[in-house]
């Protein structure tokens, strides 16, 4: 895939970027290593100040970056400014937190002082994807870089602007040349980074084949990763929910970002008591949905990122409605310019269907039935991913079972699944492993030290005579 900038509102290649030579990446990879030998000893009131400066300097220039993610990969505009005052939001948490999440831990044992201490262990690379072509970025960097670690950006080809302005920021933020860099490169020169032995470890956020195929070429070198992959989300809807605001968050659930989220919910497991009526009002919001130009206030759903990405939604919808599923709305790409797709809602969907089974990346949402609460949970699990799970009930038993029984990194009881800097996020299954965020996050790409120091007493000597 060649590294561009193609406005998928449009089709136009705007801005084409050549790959760097491996001579080129050399020497960032050499500044890198240079780099964290002087950073790592950096103290946390330093870091705070850069990271804070990072976040004064996302804010300064919102409008401008939320029109580049527009450009790039379709974001609505609205949600593009949000996801930039989301990445400053990170930056000012870990500027706070970082030094109390990585404080010495005291342990009480046989020896005079014995404690836990957290040290950055070198240069780790981040394999990105484009669909929150910032936030993914900042809640990797701000933590990997207030532990003390340098970062390495390959991120998607589709937004290599984005990838460049990241850069940008953290310069003018003040840090040292080469803690933070971004390199232009495709996707056939990842391994020879990860195996390079001046990278120290990689986190991968995207598809779950992009996630085996980095997780095997750092597992051969023995160097840790962190990966968070696709999701089929479910969103559990039981009689005592409360019908408005399942209903609407629903909707905003299935469409952020046109669709096009991992943690996007995109199973609707619904009681029999209350499927008619939800249908019909989840059905009635998606309809009334504004599909066009990401760049105006008044657009709830854009183009999807790549003309392929559009293929591949069109599909997996007509061939699940070929083996049975119902249409009951959109289902159809949009005949204009750009990328863009119907909001779409199926039911009766057969099990072996591909929207049944695959994620789909796109504002395709699908209805099920549960007649108990049994069936619901169970409905819920019958998939390989595990990211997130919401569930709609006011039922403090419902509650407790759906906490225990839901087979997801995360469970949101009345509220739509999303991630927050304060908060650990991650999958089990097919959905990845480790964790971004929170005190859990920053602790992933540290040297976990043991200290064990058994002081001697005063006046006494170690020798026998």
Same mark, same amino acid.
């Given at each position: 895939?060649?590294?561009?900038?193609?406005?998928?509102?449009?089709?136009?290649?705007?801005?084409?970027?050549?790959?760097?030579?491996?001579?080129?990446?050399?020497?960032?990879?050499?500044?890198?290593?240079?780099?964290?030998?002087?950073?790592?000893?950096?103290?946390?009131?330093?870091?705070?100040?850069?990271?804070?400066?990072?976040?004064? !300097?996302?804010?300064? *220039?919102?409008?401008?970056?939320?029109? =580049?993610?527009?450009?790039?990969?379709?974001?609505?505009?609205?949600?593009?400014?949000?996801?930039?005052?989301?990445?400053?939001?990170?930056?000012?948490?870990? !500027?706070?937190?970082?030094?109390?999440?990585?404080?010495?831990?005291?342990?009480?044992?046989?020896?005079?002082?014995?404690?836990?201490?957290?040290?950055? +262990?070198?240069?780790?690379?981040?394999?990105?994807?484009?669909?929150?072509?910032?936030?993914?970025?900042?809640?990797?960097?701000?933590?990997?870089?207030?532990?003390?670690?340098?970062?390495?950006?390959?991120? !998607?080809?589709?937004?290599?602007?984005?990838?460049?302005?990241?850069?940008?920021?953290?310069?003018?933020?003040?840090?040292?040349?080469?803690?933070?860099?971004?390199?232009?490169?495709?996707?056939?020169?990842?391994?020879?980074?990860?195996?390079?032995?001046? %990278?120290?470890?990689?986190?991968?956020?995207?598809?779950?084949?992009?996630?085996?195929?980095?997780?095997?070429?750092?597992?051969?070198?023995?160097?840790?990763?962190? =990966?968070?992959?696709?999701?089929?989300?479910?969103?559990?809807?039981?009689?005592?929910?409360?019908?408005?605001?399942?209903?609407?968050?629903?909707?905003?659930?299935?469409?952020?970002?046109?669709?096009?989220?991992?943690?996007? #919910?995109? $199973?609707?497991? %619904?009681?029999?008591?209350?499927?008619?009526?939800?249908?019909?009002?989840?059905?009635?919001?998606?309809?009334?949905?504004?599909?066009?130009?990401?760049?105006?206030?008044?657009? *709830?759903?854009?183009?999807?990122?790549?003309?392929?990405?559009?293929?591949?939604?069109?599909?997996?919808?007509?061939?699940?409605?070929?083996?049975?599923? =119902?249409?009951?709305?959109? /289902?159809? $790409?949009?005949?204009?310019?750009?990328?863009?797709?119907?909001?779409?809602?199926?039911?009766?969907?057969?099990?072996?269907?591909?929207?049944?089974?695959?994620?789909?990346?796109?504002?395709?949402?699908?209805?099920?039935?549960?007649?108990?609460?049994?069936?619901? +949970?169970?409905?819920?699990?019958?998939?390989?991913?595990?990211?997130? !799970?919401?569930?709609?009930?006011?039922?403090?038993?419902?509650?407790? $079972?759906?906490?225990?029984? =839901?087979? #997801?990194?995360?469970?949101?009881?009345?509220?739509?699944?999303?991630?927050?800097?304060?908060?650990?996020?991650?999958?089990?299954?097919?959905?990845?492993?480790?964790?971004?965020?929170?005190?859990? /996050?920053?602790?992933?790409? %540290?040297?976990?030290?043991? %200290?064990?120091?058994?002081?001697?007493?005063?006046?006494?000597?170690?020798?026998?005579?």
């Amino acid at each position: 895939m060649p590294i561009a900038t193609i406005n998928p509102a449009t089709g136009e290649t705007l801005q084409t970027f050549e790959s760097l030579t491996q001579s080129q990446l050399d020497d960032k990879l050499e500044l890198a290593a240079n780099t964290f030998r002087t950073y790592r000893r950096t103290s946390f009131a330093e870091r705070e100040a850069l990271m804070l400066r990072a976040a004064e !300097a996302l804010e300064a *220039d919102k409008s401008r970056l939320a029109q =580049l993610m527009a450009i790039e990969m379709g974001k609505p505009i609205k949600g593009a400014v949000q996801e930039i005052e989301k990445c400053a939001l990170v930056c000012r948490y870990y !500027a706070e937190m970082a030094k109390r999440h990585l404080a010495d831990q005291v342990v009480e044992t046989n020896a005079t002082r014995s404690y836990v201490h957290f040290q950055p +262990i070198g240069p780790v690379l981040a394999v990105m994807p484009w669909n929150f072509p910032f936030w993914q970025v900042f809640r990797f960097a701000a933590p990997a870089l207030m532990a003390g670690n340098v970062g390495l950006l390959k991120h !998607a080809s589709n937004v290599p602007q984005c990838a460049l302005a990241i850069e940008r920021i953290f310069q003018q933020a003040g840090f040292p040349d080469g803690a933070f860099q971004t390199l232009l490169i495709g996707s056939d020169l990842v391994e020879s980074v990860i195996g390079d032995r001046r %990278v120290t470890a990689a986190t991968l956020t995207g598809s779950e084949p992009a996630g085996r195929s980095v997780a095997s070429i750092a597992g051969k070198q023995i160097k840790k990763t962190v =990966l968070e992959l696709g999701g089929s989300d479910p969103f559990i809807v039981m009689p005592s929910a409360n019908m408005d605001e399942a209903v609407t968050t629903a909707v905003k659930a299935r469409t952020i970002n046109s669709g096009q989220s991992c943690i996007a #919910a995109k $199973r609707f497991i %619904v009681s029999t008591d209350v499927y008619p009526e939800f249908e019909r009002r989840f059905v009635e919001e998606m309809k009334a949905l504004r599909v066009g130009d990401p760049l105006k206030d008044s657009t *709830d759903v854009g183009p999807l990122a790549t003309e392929q990405i559009l293929t591949d939604v069109d599909t997996q919808v007509r061939t699940s409605v070929a083996a049975g599923a =119902l249409v009951l709305c959109g /289902g159809n $790409r949009l005949e204009r310019a750009g990328n863009f797709y119907e909001p779409t809602v199926l039911a009766n969907i057969p099990a072996d269907s591909p929207v049944s089974c695959e994620e789909v990346f796109g504002p395709v949402a699908m209805l099920f039935r549960a007649r108990t609460i049994d069936d619901a +949970i169970e409905m819920a699990n019958s998939t390989n991913f595990g990211l997130g !799970a919401s569930a709609w009930t006011k039922d403090p038993q419902e509650q407790s $079972r759906f906490i225990e029984e =839901l087979e #997801a990194g995360c469970v949101f009881i009345n509220g739509m699944v999303a991630s927050d800097p304060r908060l650990p996020f991650g999958g089990i299954k097919n959905s990845g492993y480790g964790r971004e965020l929170g005190e859990f /996050g920053i602790r992933e790409f %540290v040297n976990i030290k043991t %200290v064990w120091i058994n002081e001697q007493q005063t006046g006494q000597s170690d020798r026998t005579e």
